[in-house]
């Protein structure tokens, strides 16, 4: 408990008999929430030329969380009888709290899942309290392309460990714009061909394969023609050509 010390000679009569002191106002106090605990109180007003020991009290003492609590006076002297107003209140109002994830990359998949598992963290202005933590929550690129450093993921559903359900933060989420889809690696092969020698120069190819392809994709997402080159065009004479 905080103690306020006021001492004074004259608060006892001639007789030895203690007089009253007489406190008129107890301050209400507020706070925003902090993650740690209150102690002691916002001050008072007292009336009379006597005065003694008076201590801070009530629910307010040691409170944490979000809510509503008591500031109570006492005195800490026996003898010695308050009189006035000698209760007020605490509140302790929600911190505010941005989430957002750190950096995501991941290699093109075809779809929007932010795989791993992305760092929350507090956003910018804001601060989560050494006592609390953070864990859960969705993540998802807001679209499935390739893209470097300009990739927005967003988070939703963290789950906040503070000791009060939750309630001890004002909680929003902020998007991670600076995210990366890199391509993914495609192989595409020639097949290889032959033929008896006709006289004829040879022209083109005999297809390709491809391997790499994900999320059921195929050849038909691909752009442009397909076009051959190397030594076995316009080959004519028996031979191994590229």
Do not use: W
Not at 21 to 26: G, L, P, Y
Not at 66 to 81: A, E, K, N
Not at 151 to 169: A, M
């Amino acid at each position: 408990m905080h103690r306020k010390e006021c001492r004074d000679a004259a608060a006892r009569n001639v007789d030895g008999a203690n007089e009253p002191q007489n406190v008129t106002a107890v301050a209400a106090d507020t706070r925003v929430y902090n993650g740690t605990g209150y102690s002691g109180g916002n001050g008072y007003t007292s009336a009379g030329a006597n005065s003694t020991e008076i201590l801070y009290g009530g629910s307010a003492q040691g409170a944490r969380n979000v809510g509503g609590y008591t500031i109570r006076l006492y005195s800490h002297q026996l003898g010695y009888d308050l009189s006035g107003t000698l209760s007020n209140s605490l509140t302790i109002s929600p911190a505010n709290l941005t989430l957002t994830t750190s950096e995501v990359t991941k290699t093109y998949d075809g779809g929007t899942s932010a795989s791993g598992s992305p760092i929350v963290k507090a956003g910018s202005g804001t601060q989560l309290f050494s006592t609390d933590s953070l864990t859960g929550g969705s993540y998802a690129f807001t679209d499935p392309n390739a893209g470097t450093g300009n990739k927005t993921v967003t988070i939703s559903g963290v789950t906040l460990n503070d000791g009060n359900g939750g309630n001890n933060y004002s909680i929003s989420y902020a998007n991670n714009t600076t995210s990366t889809i890199d391509k993914a690696p495609l192989t595409v092969t020639a097949n290889a061909d032959s033929k008896i020698y006709d006289g004829l120069g040879y022209t083109g190819g005999n297809g390709v394969s491809y391997s790499g392809f994900v999320n059921s994709e195929g050849s038909g997402v691909l752009g442009g023609a397909l076009g051959y080159t190397g030594s076995s065009q316009t080959a004519t004479n028996a031979g191994s050509y590229v």
